[in-house]
């Protein structure tokens, strides 16, 4: 199973609520610099956080792939997310290529979660930081960590 994460590109410092807030034309050029690593790669489905920044990011990664597959929200997804439901809930999709485009700390955590299994061991997600998890399977400490980019703004 390989899973991607991405983390939304740099967006507004405010708005309405936290969850309103859109990217910038900087967070713009963040994202489409990460999806570029990912041209060529088997994706399935890609997951997204229903913020709007996280929405924009995933409309952008798709454009920038040509994907054809599914986008689906995911309404847990938040930056406050608890890492024991995101294991749950991976744990029963079917598909083995996934991308998942949420928030920092819950993307950080996640990932460190699932390569190390250790709670305080976070992985360093910059805005539209891109990070390539391997295993045979979502669990915590047994996934591989293959790369971990951050864009050049």
Wanted: glycine share 10%; hydrophobic share 40%.
């Amino acid at each position: 199973m390989r899973i991607w994460l991405l983390r939304h590109g740099e967006a507004e410092p405010r708005a309405r609520t936290d969850a309103q807030r859109c990217l910038t034309e900087a967070g713009r050029n963040e994202v489409r610099r990460s999806a570029a690593h990912l041209v060529g790669r088997p994706l399935q489905t890609i997951l997204a956080s229903p913020y709007v920044r996280a929405q924009q990011t995933a409309e952008l990664v798709r454009e920038v792939l040509g994907f054809g597959g599914m986008v689906e929200t995911v309404p847990w997804m938040t930056p406050d997310s608890d890492v024991d439901d995101a294991m749950l809930y991976l744990s029963r999709r079917s598909e083995s290529d996934l991308l998942l485009v949420t928030h920092q700390p819950f993307v950080g955590a996640l990932g460190g979660w699932l390569v190390s299994g250790q709670r305080g061991d976070a992985l360093p997600m910059a805005t539209a930081s891109l990070a390539e998890l391997e295993g045979e399977g979502v669990a915590a400490g047994l996934m591989h960590l293959r790369s971990l980019r951050h864009p050049n703004k």
